[in-house]
């Protein structure tokens, strides 16, 4: 399968603080991407689906001022969680497809983000 | 896009075959469904996805009812690295607008030695 790539994969910052994180794909052209979220012994939860050239759509809930999303090519997407408090420590997951006939999601490895 | 209903966990031993079933009674006629996996802290892995016909690849079959009110994820020779979360996941072709994986509580195989 097509590989997605995630940097960092593990990141820890003060509360107060913006991180960013890149999703990259690495061998085709990724015209969408998702970003999820997950906490301890729960599911993912889809936040944004990012189309390239155009803004995020967010999902209910999800503060679009506080996780910020770009999608500015067609192999990367970043997501940066803007002003972090503990509460935003999670493992963040994106995935890739694209517009081929091969539309299968192909996720990353994930970035666990720690906020103290 | 249709939920699923899957059972929390399930065990089965190494070497057998494991199966894992899904419901989906609300599916409409053209969603897919879906199946991946979650080894603990990485990222989700494909593993198959079908319309209507049962299917089959190198990692598992699928197999739908007639009426696509359920499904089964059929593992054929389970090894300990098949350990994980299984999602069952219905939706929508995937387009610009459409096709978002939406996430259940998913199934936890336990392998057993």
């Known amino acids: 399968g097509a590989v997605v790539s995630q940097h960092p994969s593990r990141v820890i910052c003060k509360s107060g603080t913006s991180v960013k994180i890149e999703c990259r794909s690495l061998d085709f052209q990724a015209t969408t991407m998702f970003w999820y979220r997950q906490f301890p012994k729960q599911s993912l939860m889809l936040m944004a689906t990012?189309?390239?050239?155009?803004?995020?759509?967010?999902e209910q809930g999800v503060e679009k001022d506080k996780f910020l999303i770009n999608h500015a090519s067609l192999t990367l997407s970043t997501l940066t969680v803007t002003s972090a408090h503990p509460e935003d420590s999670s493992f963040y997951i994106c995935?890739?497809?694209?517009?081929?006939?091969?539309?299968?999601?192909?996720f990353g490895p994930g970035t666990r983000l720690t906020v103290t | 896009d249709a939920k699923t209903t899957q059972p929390p966990s399930m065990d089965c031993a190494e070497g057998r075959a494991a199966n894992l079933p899904c419901n989906h009674s609300t599916i409409s006629g053209n969603e897919y469904v879906y199946w991946y996996r979650q080894i603990h802290s990485q990222g989700p892995q494909y593993i198959i996805h079908?319309?209507?016909n049962n299917e089959t690849n190198e990692m598992a079959s699928l197999i739908i009812t007639e009426d696509r009110k359920s499904s089964t994820l059929i593992l054929p020779h389970a090894t300990l690295r098949d350990t994980a979360v299984y999602y069952c996941?219905?939706?929508?072709?995937?387009?610009?607008?459409?096709?978002?994986?939406?996430f259940g509580q998913g199934t936890t195989l336990q392998v057993k030695p």
């Open positions: 079908g319309l209507k």
């Open positions: 995935s890739a497809t694209s517009s081929g006939t091969a539309r299968e999601q192909y």
């Open positions: 996941i219905v939706r929508l072709p995937l387009n610009r607008n459409t096709g978002k994986l939406i």
């Open positions: 990012s189309n390239e050239g155009s803004k995020a759509t967010y």
